[in-house]
């Protein structure tokens, strides 16, 4: 059972940046993946990033490559998500998800394990 909340959305002008948390609480294992999902308005939730709990494992989508960092502190119980050179496209709500699988997900439905959300917002 994990509980996952996460923070740190707002509103930033395009080309900005923007680092969201995800506090994470409950039985994890090192062996769970941790994966930030966003989804705009009428679409469908996408994959942005995702890191294996106990290090490594570390893929993004090919749209936030160069631009987004997806790390994790374990002593913080936190995952984060490092958002530069922001795109108003993205604005969405991002989700925090965690995978009890051993193996990193890019599908929603491979994770077991939702936040609420954080708006993000991009305005040009």
């Known amino acids: 059972q994990v509980q996952l909340v996460e923070s740190g959305g707002g509103l930033v002008q395009a080309g900005g940046s923007l680092r969201l948390s995800c506090a994470v609480s409950?039985?994890?294992?090192?062996?769970?993946?941790m994966g930030w999902f966003r989804q705009a308005p009428g679409k469908e939730r996408e994959f942005v990033a995702v890191?294996?709990?106990?290090?490594?494992?570390?893929y993004y989508a090919d749209s936030v490559k160069g631009r987004f960092t997806i790390s994790r502190d374990n002593a913080q119980n936190t995952v984060y998500l490092q958002m530069n050179s922001l795109k108003p496209e993205e604005t969405a709500v991002y989700y925090c998800?965690?995978?009890?699988?051993?193996?990193?997900?890019?599908?929603?439905?491979?994770?077991?394990?939702w936040g609420q959300g954080t708006q993000v917002t991009v305005s040009s």
């Open positions: 409950g039985r994890t294992l090192s062996s769970y993946h």
């Open positions: 998800a965690a995978d009890r699988s051993a193996r990193p997900g890019s599908v929603s439905y491979a994770y077991d394990y």
């Open positions: 890191i294996r709990w106990g290090g490594g494992n570390i």
